[in-house]
């Protein structure tokens, strides 16, 4: 069964400087990853898909399958980058056609000091 | 506005009384899903289907049926509600396109008393 762990509850930067959240996950397949936000009281947001390789808000994340990892970076953090951040592993066909279980980490509270 | 809308925002409810939370989606997506969010625990998925009339059970499906009869629709129902099922409850909606990701709605808030 697929599986995704965020080790840290939570992490505290000073504005300006890096963050990275962590995400790894164990599936022996080709799964899809994806960083969901979730900013105080309000719904969760897709922010980044791996397959798209894109930059959301300054936020990069590179699938490493060796490692297993899924990191999500940003080289400045923002106070506005203050929320909770998820991993989450869906599985697919080759065809892209998802299984339909989409699976979350624990999630991590970014909190950004001024 | 292409939108998840779940209703009602806020619920308490006793012990044992039968109720359902009603999820709506206007983006024509096969698939749906229902989550609930506890703290330290994350994002558990409940129930999830791909299609009308096509339901599967996810992680923590105890204690909950639902219902796939028009595509738009996906009610989640608690047949005798128990105090370990107060939580916050998410519906999300997707296309059968993994990369497209999930979009959810706004949530309910479920306090069983």
């Known amino acids: 069964a697929q599986r995704v762990t965020q080790p840290e509850k939570l992490l505290s930067v000073f504005k300006g400087a890096p963050v990275e959240l962590k995400c790894n996950y164990s599936?022996?397949?080709?799964?899809?990853l994806f960083w969901y936000v979730q900013y105080s009281r309000q719904r969760l947001q897709l922010l980044l898909r791996h397959i798209s390789r894109e930059s959301i808000k300054g936020f990069t994340a590179d699938l490493n399958k060796g490692e297993t990892s899924f990191h999500l970076k940003k080289p400045f953090a923002q106070e506005e980058d203050s929320a909770m951040y998820y991993c989450?592993?869906?599985?697919?066909?080759?065809?892209?056609?998802?299984?339909?279980?989409?699976?979350f980490g624990q999630g991590t509270i970014l909190t950004v000091h001024p | 506005e292409a939108q998840v809308t779940q209703n009602p925002r806020y619920l308490i409810t006793v012990t044992g009384k039968k109720l359902t939370v009603t999820c709506s989606q206007n983006?024509?997506?096969?698939?749906m899903s229902w989550y609930r969010q506890d703290p330290g625990l994350g994002l558990r998925q409940i129930y999830y289907?791909?299609?009308?009339?096509?339901?599967d059970k996810g992680d923590v499906p105890e204690g909950y049926k639902v219902s796939r009869k028009e595509k738009r629709n996906f009610p989640l129902i608690l047949e005798s509600p128990s105090p370990n099922q107060t939580s916050l409850y998410f519906c999300?909606?997707?296309?059968?396109?993994?990369?497209?990701?999930?979009?959810f709605g706004s949530g309910t808030r479920l306090t069983v008393v």
């Open positions: 999300a909606s997707s296309s059968r396109l993994v990369n497209y990701g999930y979009t």
């Open positions: 989450a592993l869906s599985l697919s066909n080759a065809g892209g056609t998802s299984y339909g279980k989409l699976t």
């Open positions: 599936y022996s397949g080709s799964p899809e």
């Open positions: 983006m024509n997506h096969e698939y």
């Open positions: 289907s791909m299609n009308v009339e096509v339901t």
